[in-house]
T-cell receptor, first 116, second 113 residues
């Protein structure tokens, strides 16, 4: 299957600071990537759809100014959690599709964010 | 109504038995369906996808789809302790101009020796 690499795999930051998470498609070009958040024992909640060269599309209830998404190239999307607070602590996962809607999505390894 | 619904479990089966995992979805227009497995602390990994009504088999796994009933299931034959994980049903939905994968809450499967 296609490879999606996410970095870092875990990060601890102080409250009020910002954290950037990278998501790379290593062996294919991804015009669209997706960012999910998962709290313990809960399912993946789609946060936003990241589009190369244009603004991301955010799901209802997700703060655009808090979760900045940049999809600068066909192989890289970044999620920046700005002014992080303890309630932002979660498992963030990106995914990318190799083709249009019917194809499977491949996931990055996930990033465990802990805000202290 | 949630878009994708699964029984949270845990579903406990003995080693060697068949595990049956179920999922219903709300969007009648959805055309593609996926089963992912997720171990604790890890990201999901794809097990199977299915697009057409009926059964699709891959090794010990069989996915079943009934679009009329808006129902998709996953059967795991000869269950092994290593199959113990959370199984996520995902449905492709077209919304806001994009095809998005929407996940159910997942079913925890425990296979005991």
């Amino acid at each position: 299957g296609a490879v999606v690499s996410q970095h870092p795999s875990w990060v601890i930051c102080k409250s009020g600071t910002s954290v950037k998470i990278e998501c790379r498609s290593l062996d294919f070009q991804a015009t669209t990537m997706f960012w999910y958040r998962q709290f313990p024992k809960q399912s993946l909640m789609l946060m936003a759809t990241s589009n190369e060269g244009s603004k991301a599309t955010y799901e209802q209830g997700v703060e655009k100014d808090k979760f900045l998404i940049n999809h600068a190239s066909l192989t890289l999307s970044t999620l920046t959690v700005t002014s992080a607070h303890p309630e932002d602590s979660s498992f963030y996962i990106c995914s990318a599709r190799t083709g249009q809607g019917g194809t499977e999505a491949f996931f990055g390894q996930g990033t465990r964010l802990t805000v202290v | 109504q949630k878009e994708v619904e699964q029984n949270s479990g845990p579903l406990s089966v003995p080693e060697g038995a068949i595990a049956s995992l179920n999922c219903t979805y709300s969007d009648r227009g959805s055309q593609s369906f996926f089963w992912y497995r997720q171990y604790s602390g890890k990201s999901p990994e794809l097990i199977m996808f299915i697009y057409s009504n009926g059964d699709k088999e891959d090794g010990r796994f069989t996915a079943q789809l009934n679009k009329a009933s808006q129902y998709v299931s996953l059967l795991i034959r000869d269950s092994q302790p290593s199959d113990s994980a959370t199984y996520l049903c995902a449905v492709n939905m077209f919304s806001g101009g994009y095809n998005k994968l929407i996940f159910g809450a997942g079913t925890r499967l425990a296979v005991h020796p």
